[in-house]
């Protein structure tokens, strides 16, 4: 099971993922590749508004677990204890992060996606 955001994301769709790779991420500027593609992948899902408010949200999470790992996990790995209470909360972390982004996909409507963001 994955225990974060972008592993859990890896494993959604491996062949769509794949072509998200080569042809967004890999050819954009490093500084916007998340975001872009993120973007392309709404643009992939349709129009909705729901789309792109979760996979806006989606590519913020992302660079900010990532963020959040590079800085924070090097000092849960030396005690065995330390990193499975790391690994429960990341992978408690990462569920309620995928229901909280995937909330606009799933009701594909600005109103009722703005009341529970607020």
Request: glycine fraction near 6%.
């Amino acid at each position: 099971m994955a225990q974060s955001f972008k592993e859990t994301l890896d494993g959604w769709n491996i062949q769509t993922g794949g072509w998200l790779r080569r042809v967004a991420y890999d050819r954009t500027p490093k500084r916007i590749r998340t975001f872009a593609t993120y973007m392309l992948s709404a643009l992939w899902h349709g129009i909705s508004v729901g789309y792109y408010i979760t996979f806006s949200t989606g590519a913020l999470i992302t660079l900010t677990a990532a963020t959040f790992r590079r800085c924070m996990r090097h000092r849960f790995v030396d005690c065995p204890k330390h990193k499975a209470a790391y690994d429960v909360m990341s992978f408690v972390a990462t569920k309620v992060a995928l229901a909280y982004t995937t909330y606009a996909f799933v009701v594909m409507n600005l109103d009722p996606a703005l009341f529970v963001y607020k």
